[in-house]
């Protein structure tokens, strides 16, 4: 009798113990989903920055990966730069166009042409096949090209 109590008790420590750790490894999955955040910004240039043409671009990215256009994978995409706009609407395609630049071959920096003036340039993250991941993965500085 003695022997079947301390076997009942090490299976109710043992079960106990289980779900005690699959809890915690819960608790530090969502922490870090929480903590994890994707965005995509200019490492170069900084915003209102007076620059010369071609424009150097560097950039930047957190919490998703950069790979080459033509599948569609979650948690990639490639960069898109965009003249004058803010951003893409989430779940469009991003067209080809003088000011819709494509990075499709995954590249994380650039030299683009510009004419003097001021602008607004946005990074734009989307996915294998330029589908917008929309403001939530975009950003935008102003420029002066002199």
């Not at 076997?7 to 699959?22: A, D, E, G, W």
């Not at 950039?59 to 951003?87: P, R, T, W």
């Amino acid at each position: 009798m003695k022997n079947l109590i301390i076997i009942t008790m090490l299976i109710f420590i043992f079960f106990s113990c289980q779900r005690n750790k699959s809890s915690v490894d819960e608790k530090k999955e969502l922490k870090s989903n929480v903590n994890s955040i994707e965005r995509v910004y200019f490492k170069w240039p900084q915003n209102n920055s007076v620059v010369s043409s071609p424009v150097y671009i560097d950039m930047g990215i957190e919490g998703i990966k950069v790979e080459v256009a033509g599948k569609v994978n979650k948690g990639f995409g490639h960069h898109h730069i965009l003249i004058n706009q803010f951003f893409w609407p989430k779940g469009k395609i991003i067209p080809m166009s003088d000011t819709t630049i494509h990075y499709g071959k995954g590249q994380t920096d650039a030299s683009v042409e510009l004419p003097p003036g001021k602008y607004i340039l946005s990074l734009q993250f989307a996915d294998g096949v330029h589908s917008s991941f929309g403001k939530e993965l975009a950003s935008s500085i102003k420029i002066k090209v002199e």
